[in-house]
Every structure is written in structure tokens, then in C-alpha cells.
């Protein structure tokens, strides 16, 4: 058989490919659950975006399947096995201050400028005209090959959770959603609650009213508040803050309010992966009311945090330290700390562990330690890692498509994140940002390269190929 030169071949098929890419960029696939309808569960642009998809396989002769209006997939070829290339239509609200308007794609400078240019629906595209392609070429297949269409990435996964309800495994998969070259182990993301339940103080010292930080489990906290009824030596108070803020290099403020005292810290933001990246202002501010003449119950609570969770982001206090040679330390990130004079107070605790551990079987020993502390664990959530093989075939054919196609050696890759890829029984991660390239997922001015797109199209191609053949 003659030479395939699949760069050549989707670059002739540019213009096609960008006005596909455009169609589905123009839709405004944002999940919009108030607006849900029995026959478009997560809003009517979700589904239209999912139809516009299922449209185009039918335009080019594929069979197409709807799965619930949730998720769908474009089918082609014939064979027992099937290889699964999973991919999403919904994108993340839009935001503020686009050069050009987010759904109305344009290219400026050789790049594609749009809403989900980049997640995930010009890879959706890429990967849809890779299939395409080995129709048009006519090659000979041993395996069917679909291209999976989810509507849910980016907030619950209902719909992959639907799809593979009734619809086949694939042999073997990769998701066009993260990053080039290979993505082959994620840890798992265990998120969980430690509660102290509301109950009386057994002696009385400086009352904390109220304690707040962080929004979300899966980020450091940049910010904390505390309210404390009034201490009867506010300028002494004011000055052992004044002091530990600068002893430990933090902003923040000290304001008497009323008959409170109301103090501040300001704190650096991280992506939970790596909480070192970050400075955690609710456990600066947190550790500090450790060190007052607390009330019993704030003295309980905010004690647990200076000896279990301050300065400790690889859980060795709580008994969780754990690192493999695949994906490395276990993390923990305190996301959100709240305390109320008056109801349930709470850490809110996200986990990122290595492939080879098992969170769940820690729970028993984990909550014999809080229970002697007085707190509880509470709202266990588990999203187990995920891992192929080095030497599986999977990950053997994509590492020599990926350096064919490059020239650069296919290194694999790990996260502490979790990619759409897990949701598959052997799938990985597989483009469509190529090393070098800022991240612009999520973030205003989203764009792929046009070059990039192409290049990932001509990837995915020969995947598909090596893969089916
Ligand atoms: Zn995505």
C-alpha cells in the first residue's frame, strides 16, 4: 500500500473542516438545566449541538445514534471490536471581555478564536474528519470505529454515565480533552467533609461567631474570613495579628466592627493538584485562632486544624501519606473551611491519590482518628484513578503515531487532574494541546492554532488507522 501522507490529505480538506468547526462553535452549548426539556435534558443549545454533530455523520454517510438527547455517537466501519474516540459538545459559560464575540468564531492570525475552540469542540471536529478521512481513503478496517459525542463534560458526566448504561465499551479509546503527547495515569480525586457537629462550649474564652473560606474543594482558597466577639484587649489582639501576618509574609486586615472584631487574610489560589502552588488563607487564618484563649468548641475546631491540616498538604498528619513511581505524592487541599457559632462546622477536604492506593480502604482508620477528636467524616466521594499500561497496545500505537506525525518523542504523561478519558476502560488522553502551547481552555479569547487543528486532525487519522486496522 502507497504511503498515507495524512497531513496532506486533511490539509486539502482545510476549508471543510473549519466551516464544520465554525457551525459547531456558533452554538451555545452551555448546560442550561432551567431551561430543560424532555427531549433536551441539559437545554435546548446542549442538544442542538449534539444534532449538529449526529447531522454530520449522516450528511457523510455514517450510521449515528442518539443516546437519551444526553450523549450520541457517529459510527463507521464493520468488526466485533470497536475503537471509542470520546469527545464533548458542551462548553463552559463564556465570561467577559472577548476580543471577538465567543460564538461568533473567527480566525485571526492563523488562530481560531472561540468558545470550546480549544474544549472541546474543535478536537471534536479533528477527531470526526480523522474518522472521515479513513472512509474517504477507503482503507481497509478490522475494527469499527466511533466517535463518541458527550453533552455533560463539564459539569456532572451524566452523559457518559447514560451512555455506557446501554451502549458498547470500546476496545480501546483516547479523549481529544487534555493535553499531547499521552496522558496514561490520573490520580484518583477523593472529596469528603470533616464536620463538627453544634454543641456547646464547656468553658468560655474569646467566642468565634463566624469563620469562612473558599467556595470550592477542588481550589486553594485565596481569601478567609472571621468574626470574634469582641476581646476585651482589641489592641493586643490587633497587634499579634498585625504580627503573625507579617511573620508569615500575608496580607490581610484587622477591623473592629460593632462589638466584633472582623479579621482578614488574603492568600494565593491553586488548582488542588498541587496546594503547594498556592498559599491557603483559611489555615494561615485558622492556624492563628489556634494560638488564642478560644472558647472549648472553636479551641476544638480550629486545633484540629493547626495539628491535622496546616503546612501538611500530603495528609501525613491524618495518616493518608502515600506516593507511587506512576503518579507521585498523595495531596490534600483544604478547599473550604466553615465554622458557624451557632450549627455544623466544617472542612471541606479534596484528595488527589496515586494510582496504585486506595482511599476507601483509608476511610476506617480515618475516621477512628477524627472520631477521637470529636468531628465526623462525612459526604465520601470517590472518583477512582485511572491507568493504561505503558506497554499496552493502546498506548504503543498512539506513542508512534504521535512521534511519526511530530518528530518528537511521545514522553507519557500524569496528572493529579482528572481528564474525560476515565470514563473509558482503556483510553487515554491524547491531545489536542501540544506541548508549548498556553493553556487557553476556559479563559476568554479561548483559540486553537488552525495549524494545530489540522495537525491534531492528521493525528488522529493514523491513530484511528493503527488503531481499527
Ligand atoms: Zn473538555
Not at 432551567?34 to 435534558?41: E, G, K, Q, Y
Not at 488562530?111 to 477527531?127: Q, V
Not at 488564642?292 to 503546612?311: I, T, V
Request: hydrophobic share 35%; proline share 4%; with cysteine.
Amino acid at each position: 500500500m502507497a504511503t498515507i501522507h495524512w497531513l496532506e490529505e486533511i490539509q486539502s480538506r482545510k476549508d471543510d473542516l473549519l466551516a464544520d468547526a465554525k457551525g459547531l462553535l456558533a452554538i451555545k452549548s452551555i448546560l442550561d438545566e432551567d431551561h430543560s426539556m424532555s427531549d433536551a435534558p441539559l437545554g435546548k443549545e446542549v442538544k442542538e449541538a449534539l444534532d449538529f454533530m449526529l447531522q454530520l455523520g449522516k450528511r457523510d454517510g455514517f450510521q449515528t445514534k442518539n443516546v437519551d438527547n444526553l450523549a450520541g455517537h457517529i459510527e463507521y466501519g464493520e468488526g466485533d471490536e470497536m475503537i471509542g474516540i470520546l469527545c464533548h459538545v458542551d462548553v463552559v459559560p463564556a465570561g467577559e471581555g472577548w476580543t471577538s464575540p465567543p460564538f461568533s468564531p473567527e480566525v485571526r492570525d492563523g488562530k481560531l478564536y472561540a468558545r470550546g475552540a480549544m474544549d472541546d469542540k474543535g478536537p471534536t471536529i479533528a477527531a470526526y474528519y480523522g474518522m472521515k478521512l479513513l472512509k474517504e481513503l477507503n482503507l481497509p478496517l478490522n475494527r469499527r470505529v466511533r466517535v463518541i459525542i458527550g453533552t455533560d463534560e463539564e459539569s456532572k458526566w451524566r452523559c457518559v454515565s447514560r451512555y455506557f448504561e446501554t451502549e458498547e465499551m470500546p476496545k480501546y479509546g483516547f479523549a481529544p480533552d487534555a493535553d499531547f503527547p499521552i496522558i496514561h495515569a490520573e490520580k484518583g480525586i477523593a472529596d469528603f467533609y470533616i464536620i463538627q457537629e453544634d454543641q456547646p462550649s464547656t468553658y468560655e474564652g474569646i467566642e468565634v461567631v463566624s469563620f469562612h473560606s473558599g467556595q470550592r474543594l477542588n481550589m486553594v482558597p485565596d481569601h478567609a474570613v472571621a468574626t470574634l466577639s469582641l476581646h476585651k484587649d482589641t489592641e493586643a489582639l490587633k497587634e499579634s495579628f498585625l504580627d503573625y501576618l507579617n511573620t508569615h509574609q500575608l496580607e490581610g486586615t484587622f477591623n473592629v466592627e460593632k462589638d466584633e472584631v472582623v479579621l482578614e487574610v488574603k492568600g494565593k489560589a491553586a488548582h488542588a493538584m498541587e496546594p503547594n502552588n498556592g498559599v491557603n488563607a483559611g489555615l494561615y487564618l485558622g492556624a492563628y485562632l489556634s494560638t488564642l484563649e478560644l472558647s472549648s468548641r472553636p479551641a476544638q475546631f480550629f486545633g484540629f486544624l493547626y495539628d491535622f491540616l496546616f503546612k501538611d498538604t500530603r495528609g501525613n498528619k491524618l495518616g493518608l501519606k502515600f506516593s507511587d513511581d506512576i503518579t507521585g505524592d498523595l495531596t490534600l487541599n483544604v478547599g473550604t473551611i466553615v465554622y458557624q457559632k451557632d450549627g455544623e462546622s466544617k472542612f471541606g477536604i479534596n484528595i488527589r491519590y496515586p494510582v496504585t492506593y486506595s482511599m476507601a480502604d483509608q476511610l476506617g482508620s480515618l475516621e477512628a482518628l477524627l472520631q477521637d477528636k470529636g468531628l465526623k467524616l462525612a459526604d465520601f466521594d470517590d472518583s477512582k484513578p485511572h491507568h493504561v499500561e505503558k506497554d499496552s497496545p493502546l498506548i504503543q500505537i498512539l506513542q508512534k503515531v504521535y512521534e511519526e506525525q511530530t518528530g518528537d518523542k511521545a514522553e507519557l504523561l500524569t496528572i493529579g487532574g482528572g481528564t474525560y478519558a476515565r470514563s473509558l476502560q482503556q483510553g487515554v488522553a491524547f491531545g489536542p494541546l501540544f506541548p508549548g502551547r498556553p493553556d487557553v481552555a476556559h479563559q476568554k479569547d479561548e483559540y486553537m492554532e488552525v495549524e494545530d487543528l489540522l495537525k491534531a486532525a492528521a493525528i488522529y487519522a493514523q491513530a484511528i488507522y493503527e488503531l481499527a486496522k
